[in-house]
């Protein structure tokens, strides 16, 4: 037998076992982490060295996504030891949740689960490795074994990354009634769950269905996005009702120089919403105006075309309705110092809404014959007149065809009686209807009176037998007389001689009646 001794560090006794000190672990890409094994002669190895490679030592080097076995053996040793590792890339922080129940592993594989997930639990998404999120889970309660690692792996389908802001690809829309239009949001992170439950805050002015709002009837309101975290996106809503007419009122305006007015619109429908009202004067010059129908005339007797204008909104699919105007003709007048009294001798006239002959602006009936106007105002070829009997009946009259007139005054008191004459002093009745023969020269003169009482009707009596006027009550009277004469001429009636003259009689209430009518005792003239 050959027996004897040697050294020790001489003899290599081959072990029969390797085993890995650490666990199943992750690296990130570019990272590396060491392990160590027990045992002599210990031989590393990696299943995939693109994914994961290990040197010598033991140390473990990430280089892509994926899962590898790291082997540590032993020389003629007859058993090997092997754990997992998950190479991950590295994502921002994002949270999520699992969208059903799901298993929880130690590693991106489906080898080591750690416990399990409930539908709804939230986490938060730390990097990703293949087909697996490496996420943090919220409730670490779920972990079931023994690792102090705070990280585990969930399949990516069984999770849904919260958005954390959502861009809308309209923030504000205007349609018309019975338009439609998609909205589109892009979430971020990409990845996010995108989905969003839309409701509208006012069901009567747009619906929503499916991202699609559908505008009903005119007005504003706001479409509201949920998504599945409880933020939200918003899109305000105007929906445009187009004027399909709109009216000046009033159409024609006179205006003292210097001075100002308002103009104002009606439209239809009376409900018109979001359209743009502008105004334009045609003759700035002459007329100034503001947006919102303020009117100022210039210094110079003049006339101008306002111009307003009614623009629906355009919508945001593209369509624009067609806009509406109207126009309003303003004469600029001159204001008279004193007023004074004309009429229509000849023949009825026409009379003028503004200063102009334009037909538009002529009024289908005319003024009347002998019709008393009082003049206010002067413009151009033009008076601005009232008539007496209607003041509110303000007018344009051509200076050519109207006489001045003179207007009598006289002032009487309650049940006097007057008799109209050519002049005071004139024992001649104006109001009279009787044939009257000269008893010196018996020649005939025809008298024929037609009495005219233009306001004030309850005011006097007239008797035109006896050709006097009654007052009756107190208040103003204006009346014309007109007095047709035919004279006799050789026997024979001339033609005819035609005169009219024009009253404003006060009618009061004199001291003496007050004990007995309960009249004011002061004396009192109405104007």
């Excluded at 861009?167 to 949001?185: D, F, G």
């Excluded at 001429?489 to 004199?510: A, F």
Aim: hydrophobic share 30%; glycine share 6%.
């Amino acid at each position: 037998r050959d027996t004897g001794f040697i050294k020790k560090a001489d003899i290599d006794i081959p072990s029969e076992k390797a085993e890995i000190n650490e666990e199943d672990t992750s690296v990130k890409v570019g990272d590396k982490i060491q392990y160590s094994a027990t045992g002599k002669n210990i031989v590393w190895s990696s299943s995939d060295s693109k994914i994961a490679d290990v040197d010598s030592n033991g140390q473990v080097t990430g280089k892509a996504e994926g899962t590898v076995s790291i082997t540590a053996g032993v020389k003629n040793g007859s058993k090997s030891d092997s754990v997992y590792v998950s190479v991950y890339s590295s994502l921002t922080d994002t949270a999520g949740y699992l969208n059903t129940d799901s298993k929880l592993y130690k590693v991106a594989n489906d080898k080591m689960e750690r416990g399990m997930g409930t539908e709804g639990k939230t986490l938060t998404i730390v990097g990703q490795c293949g087909s697996y999120y490496r996420v943090k889970m919220d409730d670490v309660t779920v972990y079931t074994d023994d690792s102090k690692d705070e990280y585990c792996y969930v399949q990516k389908s069984r999770v849904d990354i919260y958005p954390t802001n959502a861009v809308l690809n309209y923030n504000s829309v205007i349609l018309y009634p019975n338009e439609k239009i998609k909205l589109r949001v892009e979430v971020t992170p990409q990845n996010a769950n995108g989905t969003i439950h839309w409701v509208s805050n006012n069901m009567d002015i747009v619906s929503v269905k499916d991202n699609e709002i559908n505008a009903l009837r005119g007005g504003e309101t706001t479409v509201v996005g949920t998504m599945i975290n409880g933020r939200t996106v918003k899109c305000k809503v105007k929906v445009c009702v187009p004027v399909t007419k709109i009216t000046i009122t009033p159409g024609v305006f006179a205006v003292e120089k210097g001075k100002t007015g308002y103009l104002k619109t009606t439209c239809v429908p009376e409900t018109q919403i979001y359209n743009t009202v502008s105004w334009k004067s045609l003759n700035s010059k002459a007329v100034t105006v503001s947006n919102n129908g303020k009117i100022k005339a210039g210094k110079s007797e003049n006339t101008a075309k306002i111009k307003v204008t009614a623009i629906p909104l355009k919508s945001t699919t593209g369509q624009q309705k067609s806009s509406v105007s109207d126009t309003a003709f303003i004469s600029v007048y001159t204001k008279v110092s004193k007023s004074f009294y004309v009429s229509p001798h000849k023949a009825d006239i026409t009379q003028y809404m503004a200063a102009t002959t334009e037909k538009n602006y002529t009024k289908s009936n005319k003024i009347k014959k002998n019709q008393l106007l009082r003049v206010i105002g002067t413009c151009g070829k033009f008076y601005y007149v009232e008539y007496v009997n209607a003041p509110d009946n303000k007018v344009f009259v051509l200076k050519s065809k109207v006489q001045e007139v003179e207007l009598r005054h006289k002032e009487l008191t309650i049940n006097q009686i007057y008799c109209p004459h050519d002049n005071e002093k004139s024992s001649n009745k104006i109001i009279r209807n009787e044939t009257v023969e000269n008893k010196k020269t018996k020649k005939k003169t025809v008298y024929k009176t037609t009495v005219n009482i233009l306001k004030g009707k309850n005011a006097v009596k007239k008797d035109k037998k006896a050709g006097t006027l009654t007052a009756i009550q107190k208040g103003v009277c204006f009346l014309s007389t007109k007095q047709t004469v035919k004279r006799y001429k050789n026997n024979k009636l001339q033609s005819k001689e035609t005169k009219v003259i024009y009253y404003r009689i006060h009618i009061v209430v004199p001291e003496k009646l007050g004990n007995l009518t309960g009249y004011a005792k002061k004396k009192m003239t109405v104007y």
